[in-house]
């Protein structure tokens, strides 16, 4: 089910028939080059619904909290990863990496996109993508 | 069409150094320059100069002496300083003047950098969850980098051990002390691979350098080092930069690999004629993967190569001979010329006990950074 938390943005990501979350890019409609985010341009850029699934590109972790402005997050802070995932053949996207321990990171992991609440300084919650561990096929 | 002649150099010590602002750090280090080539601030027909968050370089002229030469502001990001040299060397070589002084200087608060996302064209939500640090860049790079070319943490933890030691032992350095590869693999963990010690810091600084024609450096009696390349490049399609919130699948090449084959070409030599060269060492992978992207081995030859202290000022190749951002920290507008002085001083022989032995005679720099531009420069004594 789509969760009713405002989203951090507009047009990021959607949810399929099934509710389960994509992210959406956009393509020139000249080249046919797809970037993520889309660019707001729509004469110029189509919106294209990504692959939600992946391979882990690359990863790191975020130990200590980013400086404000820009990060927007809760003063208190716990070490988060971060990492590129490549969407099928499509394209390499970059975002936070949930429910995987630290120490099992590694590239090559499969990967699918989902959504995460994340808590603003002001006690706010926004909804963003994330990408989690999906299972070995 | 002249050729350039490098014919004087000045530092302002790097670090940090509360007393002066980064602007009276420019005017040290150009009276430094001056002092070093008997040469008088009236001499000096045009200046290049620029920080990135230091102040407008032109405004110097209020300490250096209002003597109304032509001076040309420069604002390029990590490539200020490249750019301020490159602008330098063109105007000798069109023949409009021909004695000229290039400056760079800079000065940022502690801690990591803090951009804001629609100065880079992005959106809010890339700043607002914690995606925008050059920190988690480098290391996603050298992550991959390792993981493909079989790199270890031993060896980042090595680079990083050379530039303390190196750092020691040059008096323009901001780190004085050796730190040794235990230490710096045990220190807090920063952005996983790269511990504290793997990483450079925002600091303090100031480079000027004095160019002139080949016919003007002869008029003046100085001893020279000749300019033979100076490329400045962006980057191509498919090159992976800092604040990307996606990349192509199809990988490219980098700024770095097009600024060096420029750079080669003009200067007509080959990587494996270069006696010392200055990397841009951000983080101790950088300085791994830079040489291979500037052609001095195949991909994965670095895990070798360190191991056998090809890149220790003894070695076969020094690289960083001053201990590069490491040991100097990264005062933007001053980096990329700091690295042509520390080449200017080692083709000179000034080096002290940092001295490359063998009198080297081409000395190469590459300065890289954000959204993805290079400088490489080539000079030769």
């Not at chain 2, 390349?229 to 490219?252: K, T």
């Amino acid at each position: 089910m789509p969760d009713p938390i405002a989203p951090i943005a507009a047009g990021l990501f959607a949810f399929d028939a099934d509710g389960q979350p994509l992210l959406l890019g956009g393509r020139d409609r000249v080249t046919g080059h797809i970037t993520f985010p889309a660019p707001a341009d729509e004469e110029r850029f189509e919106i294209v619904p990504l692959p939600r699934t992946g391979r882990l590109w690359s990863w790191t972790v975020q130990r200590f909290r980013p400086k404000s402005p820009p990060y927007a997050g809760a003063e208190t802070f716990e070490p988060f990863a971060v990492g590129y995932v490549q969407l099928g053949d499509t394209i390499i996207v970059e975002g936070r990496l949930v429910g995987i321990p630290f120490e099992t990171l590694r590239i090559d992991l499969p990967m699918r996109v989902v959504t995460e609440s994340f808590v603003l300084a002001t006690g706010e919650n926004r909804m963003t993508y994330a990408f989690a561990r999906a299972s070995d096929r | 069409m002249s050729d350039v002649f490098i014919i004087g150099a000045g530092i302002h010590p790097f670090g940090r150094t509360p007393s002066r602002s980064g602007l009276q750090q420019g005017v040290y280090a150009v009276r430094a320059a001056l002092a070093a080539s008997g040469l008088a601030w009236r001499d000096i027909q045009f200046a290049f100069g620029g920080s990135d968050s230091a102040g407008n370089a032109d405004t110097m002229v209020s300490e250096l002496g209002l003597t109304g030469l032509q001076f040309i502001n420069v604002a390029n990001g990590c490539a200020t300083g490249g750019s301020a040299m490159l602008g330098a060397s063109s105007t000798i070589k069109s023949g409009e003047f021909d004695l000229g002084i290039a400056i760079g200087f800079d000065k940022h608060p502690r801690g990591a950098f803090d951009p804001k996302p629609a100065d880079w064209g992005l959106p809010d939500w890339y700043g607002d969850t914690g995606l925008m640090l050059t920190t988690q860049f480098f290391a996603m790079k050298i992550q991959r980098y390792m993981a493909a070319h079989g790199i270890s943490r031993q060896t980042l933890a090595a680079v990083a051990e050379k530039a303390y030691a190196n750092g020691a032992l040059a008096d323009h350095a901001w780190r004085r002390e050796p730190v040794d590869a235990a230490t710096i693999l045990a220190s807090q963990m920063v952005s996983d691979p790269l511990t504290k010690f793997m990483l450079c810091s925002p600091a303090e600084g100031a480079v000027a350098l004095i160019f002139a024609s080949e016919q003007r450096a002869r008029a003046l009696g100085l001893p020279g080092v000749r300019l033979r390349a100076a490329a400045v490049r962006s980057r191509p399609a498919g090159s992976f930069e800092v604040f990307s919130p996606s990349l192509d699948v199809a990988r490219g090449r980098s700024p770095t690999m097009l600024a060096s084959q420029a750079a080669f070409a003009m200067a007509g030599v080959g990587p494996e004629e270069i006696d010392v060269a200055q990397l841009q060492d951000t983080e101790a992978g950088a300085e791994i993967m830079h040489i291979a992207e500037n052609g001095f081995c195949a991909d994965g030859e670095q895990e070798a190569w360190i191991a056998e202290g090809r890149t220790r000022i003894d070695g076969r190749l020094p690289v960083n001979t001053d201990g590069g951002c490491l040991a100097c920290g990264e005062p933007i507008g001053a980096s990329g010329l700091r690295q042509v002085y520390e080449n200017y001083m080692q083709l000179r022989g000034l080096a002290g006990a940092r001295q490359v032995p063998g009198e080297p005679r081409l000395g190469y720099s590459h300065v890289y950074g954000a959204p993805g531009v290079s400088a490489v420069a080539i000079i030769e004594r």
